[in-house]
T-cell receptor, first 115, second 114 residues
Framework: ETGVTQSPTHLIKTRGQQVTLRCSSQ?????VSWYQQALGQGPQFIFQ???????GRGNFPPRFSGLQFPNYSSELNVNALELDDSALYLC??????????????FGEGSRLTVL | AQSVTQLDSQVPVFEEAPVELRCNYS??????LFWYVQYPNQGLQLLLK??????LVESINGFEAEFNKSQTSFHLRKPSVHISDTAEYFC????????????FGAGTRLTVKP
């Protein structure tokens, strides 16, 4: 069983640029959530995708957007990067609702540095 | 919305000593509660969870947590820690059957010293 995989693992961007982060969900999982974890803090919920639709969003501006594809993989896009966007971005997948015991299965994250 | 407060940002302990990492939550509805562990440069791994039923839940590596509804707490304990338990621990809360807004605490860094 393949777990959640994220790419790239590390990347460096400059202010104003755009970035796309990718996530492949664990086999059998149809829901993907994205979190931002700033240094020394807990993960902050960005949004969740279920059946290719956004299914909940945290307190993040519209320049944070996402997609989910028919194979349940997902992308996180951030436009007009700011210095404060520097963080570890975590993707997590979970089981279909009928089997869902609430657990999120996390990837190892993409570390974004904005200069 | 639900929220989580982890009362200690850092907990240093000696090997084989007991440890308690404190977590309080706030919610107007019933909740699921979780403890996740994060080792350096890795993602989060589930340690244990409370969904319903017995208020005491255990992990395979000796940790346990007790759900206390009256005190809105879900403290994590281990009677004897190992060097390998050194990591960041996060308490999290979500609504039952709906994890589209799982909220995490700020984390507690457990450092086990020889």
């Amino acid at each position: 069983e393949t777990g959640v995989t994220q790419s790239p693992t590390h990347l460096i961007k400059t202010r104003g640029q755009q970035v796309t982060l990718r996530c492949s969900s664990q086999s059998g999982h149809n829901t993907v959530s994205w979190y931002q974890q700033a240094l020394g803090q807990g993960p902050q919920f960005i949004f969740q995708y279920y059946r290719e639709e956004e299914n909940g969003r945290g307190n993040f501006p519209p320049r944070f957007s996402g997609l989910q594809f028919p194979n349940y993989s997902s992308e996180l896009n951030v436009n007009a990067l700011e210095l404060d966007d520097s963080a570890l971005y975590l993707c997590a997948s979970s089981l279909p609702t009928s089997e869902n015991t609430g657990e999120l299965f996390f990837g190892e994250g993409s570390r974004l540095t904005v200069l | 919305a639900q929220s989580v407060t982890q009362l200690d940002s850092q907990v240093p302990v000696f090997e084989e000593a007991p440890v308690e990492l404190r977590c309080n939550y706030s919610s107007s509805v019933s909740v699921y509660l979780f403890w996740y562990v994060q080792y350096p440069n890795q993602g989060l791994q589930l340690l244990l969870k409370y969904l319903s039923g017995s208020t005491l839940v255990e992990s395979i590596n000796g940790f346990e947590a007790e759900f206390n509804k009256s005190q809105t707490s879900f403290h994590l304990r281990k009677p004897s820690v190992h060097i390998s338990d050194t990591a960041e621990y996060f308490c999290a809360v979500s609504r039952p059957y709906n994890n589209n807004d799982m909220r995490f605490g700020a984390g507690t860094r457990l450092t086990v010293k020889p």
